[in-house]
């Protein structure tokens, strides 16, 4: 399995980004695909998660009405697309698959099967 991340940058607070995932390794609609952030000296942080089989959402609260989450099928991708940036949206961004719970987007992830290297996200004030 391999994830990896892009799109991550440098943007003024109430500006938007949009991050990618190219998924590859596995049967693109058998798990769920997500975003998990850190940001230094913070826990890691659930954002967002589709089920890519039937395009069922996941939000986190502190993202929920800015960031929307969806895939392409076709192409093995998942995007966020993350508006109204705060400065504390600033994190390293992975992308995570696998049988992701709701449950695993509300701890840190740890059960969560495969993660990418991550895209830096910095949301200047």
């Known amino acids: 399995v391999q994830l990896v991340e892009s799109g991550g940058g440098l943007v003024q607070a109430g500006g938007s980004l949009r991050l990618s995932c190219a998924a590859s390794g596995f049967t693109f609609d058998d798990y769920a695909i997500g975003w998990f952030r850190q940001a230094p000296g913070k826990e890691r942080e659930g954002v967002s998660c589709?089920?890519?089989?039937?395009?069922?959402?996941y939000y986190g609260d502190s993202v929920k009405g800015r960031f929307t989450i969806s895939s392409d099928n076709v192409k093995k991708m998942v995007y966020l697309q993350m508006n109204s940036l705060k400065p504390e949206d600033s994190a390293v961004y992975y992308c995570?698959?696998?049988?992701?719970?709701?449950?695993?987007?509300?701890?840190?992830?740890?059960?969560?099967?495969?993660w990418g290297k991550g895209t830096l996200v910095t949301v200047s004030s």
């Open positions: 589709i089920k890519t089989s039937d395009g069922s959402t």
């Open positions: 995570v698959a696998g049988e992701i719970t709701i449950a695993a987007m509300e701890s840190s992830g740890s059960e969560v099967d495969y």
